[in-house]
């Protein structure tokens, strides 16, 4: 499998996509 | 007004600028543009005098955004860092932040300076590095994502999280 970071593109997908998990791992923290 | 905070966010915002435009500049400018010179033989005008010039900016302004961030989060650095409730979103920034500035200094810095010359090593530790290097500075890349949209939510939580 390569690596997502080796492309533009793979590193930004992967940006958006830990942004996406980690706001509802937030949500969570403050009782959202 | 309240002076300190006011002119921490200030800095913190400048110096903020110019890390991730010199991270944004690596990721999608320069590494493209090495690519391309390789096949031309002019790489080394990249290599010798924009690289290291902009690496310097990089490096201190990393330094200077972390530490503006730390006095802007004054009384409330250890409940960010812990997450606590009322400063999880703040929190999340910055602890990414943070990674990021021990990507910078740790692994970044130390690799490239073998990579440019600037340390001695053999062509075996220069190909190494430069691919720790990229590695990490895709890493930031790929951090700086969240930890922008965390810095926006951590100033307007109602906005963000409802």
Do not use: C
């Not at chain 2, 503006?68 to 009322?86: D, E, I, K, R």
């Amino acid at each position: 499998m390569n690596n997502p970071l080796d492309s533009l593109w793979g590193t930004v997908i992967s940006g958006v996509v830990l942004t996406v998990v980690l706001y509802f791992v937030v949500k969570t923290l403050i009782g959202g | 007004m309240d002076f300190v905070p006011a002119l921490a966010r200030w800095l913190h915002f400048m110096a903020g600028v110019m890390w991730i435009g010199l991270l944004y500049y690596f990721n999608f400018v320069q590494v493209a543009a090495l690519k391309a010179a390789a096949t031309d033989n002019t790489a080394a005008g990249i290599t010798k005098h924009v690289a290291p010039r902009a690496l310097f900016y990089f490096r201190w302004a990393a330094l200077v955004t972390w530490l503006a961030g730390a006095a802007l989060l004054g009384g409330n650095f250890v409940s960010a860092f812990t997450l606590q409730p009322g400063h999880a979103a703040i929190g999340v920034g910055a602890w990414l932040g943070t990674i990021m500035l021990f990507n910078v200094w740790g692994l970044i810095w130390p690799n490239q300076k073998k990579v440019l010359g600037l340390k001695p090593a053999t062509d075996e530790e220069k190909n190494r590095a430069r691919r720790v290097a990229f590695l990490a500075s895709r890493t930031n890349t790929m951090l700086s994502i969240p930890m922008l949209f965390f810095m926006a939510a951590g100033a307007h939580t109602s906005l963000y999280f409802g």
